[in-house]
T-cell receptor, first 111, second 112 residues
Framework: RKEVEQDPGPFNVPEGATVAFNCTYS??????FFWYRQDCRKEPKLLMS???SGNEDGRFTAQLNRASQYISLLIRDSKLSDSATYLC????????????FGSGTQLTVLP | EPEVTQTPSHQVTQMGQEVILRCVPI?????FYWYRQILGQKVEFLVS????????KSEIFDDQFSVERPDGSNFTLKIRSTKLEDSAMYFC??????????FGPGTRLTVL
């Protein structure tokens, strides 16, 4: 089983739609969780950290379910500029606290 | 806003040649990382560096790879004898403490 798994998509949605992505992780000792956004051939950019209590930043809401070992990202009122690949990243422990990434979910928002 | 910088943005090299990829992490950060992303694949951890030594490395980071922080600002990744399969985007990242890592824009390495 992959350490961090995401539905690769692509998700093609109309502007204004609500879209949700899930990400599962295999290591129950995982400690911290993130959503990154990656535009084509660019670096991952932190979108938000994910906390057990859930967190919201404008149109973006992230949730963590430790019991089922998944995190989710909800994008409301999607914009054309939201088109990107969304990467789930997990810190599975270790002294360096390096990130383990999923393969990403591709989102295209259509006019 | 401070950011991680990387040079060059694109490096083309012949198989068997040595390359050095350079990064300038955010100035007060303490932890430094290299990741790579082969085209169409996921971002993979290579190595982490803290307190002037490697703290963790992945299976990818074999004897052909080395890292150095030669002065107070640069953080370099050296590949001694490049292979075709080393062609990828190489991202440097840094963090102060906690878990949030900030990524540089990457160096595209093409091995011919």
């Amino acid at each position: 089983r992959k350490e961090v798994e995401q539905d690769p998509g692509p998700f093609n949605v109309p502007e204004g739609a609500t879209v949700a992505f899930n990400c599962t992780y295999s290591n129950s000792a995982s400690q911290s969780f993130f959503w990154y956004r990656q535009d084509c051939r660019k670096e991952p950019k932190l979108l938000m950290s994910v906390y057990s209590s859930g967190n919201e930043d404008g149109r973006f809401t992230a949730q963590l379910n430790r019991a089922s070992q998944y995190i989710s990202l909800l994008i409301r009122d999607s914009k054309l500029s939201d088109s990107a690949t969304y990467l789930c990243a997990v810190n599975i422990g270790g002294s360096a606290r390096q990130l383990t990434f999923g393969s990403g979910t591709q989102l295209t928002v259509l006019p | 806003e401070p950011e991680v910088t990387q040079t060059p943005s694109h490096q083309v090299t012949q198989m068997g040649q040595e390359v050095i990829l350079r990064c300038v992490p955010i100035s007060n950060h303490l932890y430094f990382y290299w990741y790579r992303q082969i085209l169409g694949q996921k971002v993979e951890f290579l190595v982490s560096f803290y307190n002037n030594e490697i703290s963790e490395k992945s299976e990818i980071f074999d004897d052909q790879f080395s890292v150095e922080r030669p002065d107070g600002s640069n953080f370099t990744l050296k590949i001694r004898s490049t292979k075709l399969e080393d062609s990828a985007m190489y991202f440097c990242a840094s963090k102060l403490a906690g878990d949030t890592q900030y990524f540089g824009p990457g160096t595209r390495l093409t091995v011919l």
